[in-house]
């Protein structure tokens, strides 16, 4: 018997901005909200404990003050990298440096509270 990861947990300063921010990035709804204004998003059919992790976007009013330690790395389903890397620019993202070379395979990308996940080259099949 083993864990399985069943949701990842994001401290945030606007969970409804980056809520419709990762919505648009993973095909997520939002699934459940708390009366601290946390909000929960994961894919619509499956939702909580399903083959996917869900993202809680907690509320929190400390600064973001260095790379985070633990990163989310997404693959596109239906595109090539560079279709998708201009789709995910257009949905917020920007491209930051944490030391890369210029010679990987992947984007270093920010959503729009400067966490840090990378855009891989593969393209994967939807779950």
């Given at each position: ?47 909580f404990g399903g083959p996917q992790p869900t993202i809680v976007l907690s509320r929190t009013d400390e600064p973001k ?63």
């Amino acid at each position: 018997m083993a864990c399985r990861i069943t949701e990842l947990v994001l401290d945030v300063h606007d969970p409804d901005r980056l809520a419709r921010f990762w919505c648009a990035v993973l095909d997520y709804v939002e699934l459940d909200r708390t009366d601290d204004g946390d909000v929960e998003i994961g894919p619509a059919e499956a939702g909580f404990g399903g083959p996917q992790p869900t993202i809680v976007l907690s509320r929190t009013d400390e600064p973001k003050a260095t790379k985070l330690r633990l990163h989310i790395d997404v693959n596109a389903t239906d595109r090539d990298q560079d279709a998708e890397l201009q789709r995910l620019l257009a949905a917020g993202a920007r491209p930051v440096d944490v030391g890369q070379t210029g010679t990987e395979s992947w984007h270093v990308l920010a959503d729009p509270e400067g966490n840090e996940f990378c855009l891989l080259r593969r393209r994967v099949p939807a779950v």
